[in-house]
């Protein structure tokens, strides 16, 4: 098989660069990423441009089966709250082969849409009664067979969750399935972790968030974590709404960011899920201690968190990459979309997102979120350079709203101007390649077997 790829014009960490010659080895990583090729004769040139993957830095799979289906006020004021109360029903019914076939589906949805490679936040550990599986790492394995299974880039994050509320609140019976000890997470991350390198998957951590794991837990889950692997990554959901923020403060006296910089070593191996309401010594220090914010623009939108101030935040040098977390929307470019829309809307300006080196927004947004995105995941997935994975995306060079453009302009047209249709024409993860034609090779089974799950967990 053939380990070259010749491109027209490929988007390089640097910008949009011609006729650039890639090459990898057998195990994926570019090994040759050169521009101003002439084309050699047998290399196999590309469709369209070629761009980065954008690595999925936050997903909860199971979510996707219950998308589109809380859509209806079911309260007076409809909130992040209500929502939950409803994914909590959802979550009580899923059984290991639903996670499996519902992740199956998502994963291959997520590289017809562009991404890569994806950051599982995996909290649903036990059975429905709450107590372990026999294999206690039932549901964790069910996606890392379908990560396997599609081919996309895997980062798993087990979910330690302890309590209901700041201070060690105890659990509420919504949460059974999901608390586990610290002790036993150690454990589950021990028997991960050689199925993880097995397969060329990442393990870390993610204590969910400062609600539902106290500092003592913290602070021993973390130094657990550091035995296993000092390196692996981190990540917490925090300050997505405005409750926690005040729950934190009647807590602590300080707002959740302040407080975990103050007694967590935040660095670049942390990504802050969300991060929406952070005052402006918060997103100062946030962005200086290198950590990446998890930006969940559609699922922001969708649960009425709140904007977060991406001004403020570049502004420090903050890394920042997108997930498509609840999956109201699996589209890599349209997290980008909303990301900048957003921005205009509460900033009343446009082209939020350019940057001093590309002023072409959707080229500046998506070097970003690959760079950010492959800090998250612990991976070697931050675009198209010597040393990285080849994970790219070919844009559809006959798409309707693409054709006959430059490929700087093809890319926003892909971002701004696709219409919700696709766009790409071919994914490849670590050389492979997954998606041809804008279709993954599972797409017609994978699908049956998703809407056979999601029939069976409405069921009454
Ligand atoms: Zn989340």
Request: hydrophobic content about 45%.
């Amino acid at each position: 098989m053939k380990r070259t790829l010749f491109a027209a014009d490929a988007l390089l960490p640097t910008g949009w660069t011609k006729n650039v010659l890639l090459a990898w080895d057998e195990a994926g990583r570019l090994t040759q990423v050169q521009p101003d090729a002439a084309p050699p004769s047998g290399t196999p040139a590309s469709s369209g441009p070629v761009i980065p993957g954008t690595p999925n830095l936050h997903s909860h799979a199971f979510q996707r089966a219950f998308a589109g289906l809380t859509e209806h006020r079911a309260e007076q004021q409809d909130s992040f709250w209500s929502w939950r109360t409803l994914m909590y029903r959802f979550a009580a019914r899923l059984a290991p082969h639903h996670m499996e076939a519902i992740a199956t589906w998502l994963y291959a949805e997520m590289l017809e849409a562009g991404y890569t490679s994806v950051c599982e936040f995996q909290y649903v550990h036990h059975d429905t009664g709450g107590r372990p599986y026999a294999n206690d790492a039932s549901l964790s394995l069910a996606l890392l067979r379908a990560a396997q299974r599609t081919g996309i880039g895997f980062t798993l994050l087990p979910v330690l969750y302890q309590s209901s509320g700041f201070g060690g609140l105890p659990p509420n019976e919504g949460q059974r399935r999901f608390i586990r000890s610290t002790e036993s997470m150690l454990r589950l991350l021990e028997a991960l972790r050689p199925v993880c390198d097995a397969q060329g998957a990442r393990l870390g951590l993610a204590p969910h968030s400062l609600r539902a794991v106290a500092p003592d837990a913290l602070h021993d889950a973390l130094a657990g974590l550091d035995a296993l692997d000092p390196t692996s990554p981190i990540h917490i959901h925090i300050a997505e709404q405005t409750k926690e923020v005040d729950d934190c403060l009647s807590w602590s006296g300080q707002r959740p960011v302040a407080w975990l910089l103050d007694h967590a070593p935040v660095d670049a191996r942390w990504c802050l899920v969300h991060a929406t309401h952070m005052d402006a010594d918060e997103y100062r220090r946030a962005a200086l201690s290198g950590a990446v914010a998890g930006l969940c623009p559609t699922t922001e939108a969708n649960l009425g968190d709140g904007i977060f101030d991406f001004a403020a935040w570049r502004h420090h040098g903050g890394a920042w990459g997108v997930g498509s977390d609840s999956h109201a929307c699996v589209n890599a470019a349209e997290e980008l979309l909303m990301l900048e829309y957003s921005q205009r809307l509460a900033t009343r300006q446009r082209n939020v997102g350019a940057d001093g080196s590309h002023p072409q927004v959707a080229t500046a947004l998506t070097l970003a979120a690959v760079r950010g995105g492959a800090q998250a995941a612990g991976r070697a997935v931050g675009g198209l350079a010597v040393g990285q994975q080849a994970d790219f995306v070919v844009l559809d060079a006959r798409h309707l709203a693409l054709q006959g453009l430059a490929a700087p302009d093809m890319l926003s047209a892909h971002v701004f101007a696709s219409h919700r249709t696709s766009a790409i024409d071919a994914v490849w993860v670590a050389g492979q390649s997954r998606v041809a034609g804008g279709r993954h090779a599972l797409h017609d089974e994978a699908a049956a077997a998703f809407v056979a799950a999601r029939t069976q967990l409405l069921e009454d």
